[in-house]
């Protein structure tokens, strides 16, 4: 079964940390797409970024980066030197069914509190 | 922004009576999903649209009913609300596998 499994339920850092976001995924396609989102205290979800199963290239964009590993089947997220605007709710989600436009499986979200 | 908006942002409603949420979209995209939001489980899938008149259920489907009788607009239907729908339900469009647009989300409480 296709599966998204995110143990950090909640994570506490201090500003200026660096910290790490863990996503397992299973699935039984070999063509999917990894994604994280953001849902900050005002409840919106805001795309982050996605992947699809035949780049494993690492991504950064700032202060993010990204690491895919399908050996491990896992698509980490780190967030280098926190702020507290980083504080919120980060999912991780799988998109399964290709052919029917892509429905999400999300993980369990991991709560990020970035104290000053 | 995506043009997609939910109506209405906030519900309250008792056991027992309907509600229909609103999903319209302005992108004219193919597919049309409805999660719910719970603490502990993430987003779920409840149902979700391919065209006009094709749905099917998803994850979590039961108490729940869809319509798509437009493209742009994409209503779920609590039959007769329970408290355990109590929940932040969440719209979402797509044209593809690889982009999933949500809408801002509608707080539903059930007393």
């Known amino acids: 079964a296709q599966k998204v499994t995110q143990a950090q339920t909640e994570i506490s850092v201090v500003e200026k940390e660096d910290v790490t976001l863990d996503c397992v995924y299973e699935?039984?396609?070999?063509?999917?797409?990894l994604f994280w989102y953001k849902q900050p205290p005002s409840g919106e979800l805001v795309f982050l970024i996605r992947r699809n199963s035949f780049d494993e290239q690492n991504e950064i964009s700032g202060r993010y980066s990204w690491n895919f590993q399908k050996s491990t089947s896992s698509f980490n997220f780190t967030i280098t030197a926190s702020q507290v605007v980083d504080s919120a709710v980060y999912f991780c989600a799988l998109s399964e069914d290709y052919n029917q436009g892509g429905k999400l499986i999300f993980g369990q979200g991991t709560e990020l509190s970035v104290k000053p | 922004d995506a043009g997609i908006t939910q109506s209405p942002r906030h519900k309250v409603t008792e056991t027992g009576t309907p509600v229909t949420l609103r999903c319209h979209q302005t992108e004219n995209h193919r597919y049309m999903y409805w999660y719910r939001q719970d603490p502990g489980h993430g987003l779920r899938l409840i149902h979700y649209s391919y065209g006009v008149k094709d749905t099917d259920k998803g994850e979590v489907s039961d108490g729940y009913s869809v319509s798509r009788s437009k493209t742009e607009d994409f209503l779920l239907t609590l039959e007769s609300a329970t408290s355990s729908q109590t929940s932040v339900y969440f719209c979402a469009m797509s044209g593809r596998a690889d982009e999933q647009y949500f809408g801002p989300g509608t707080r539903l409480t059930v007393t």
């Open positions: 699935t039984r396609d070999t063509t999917y797409y």
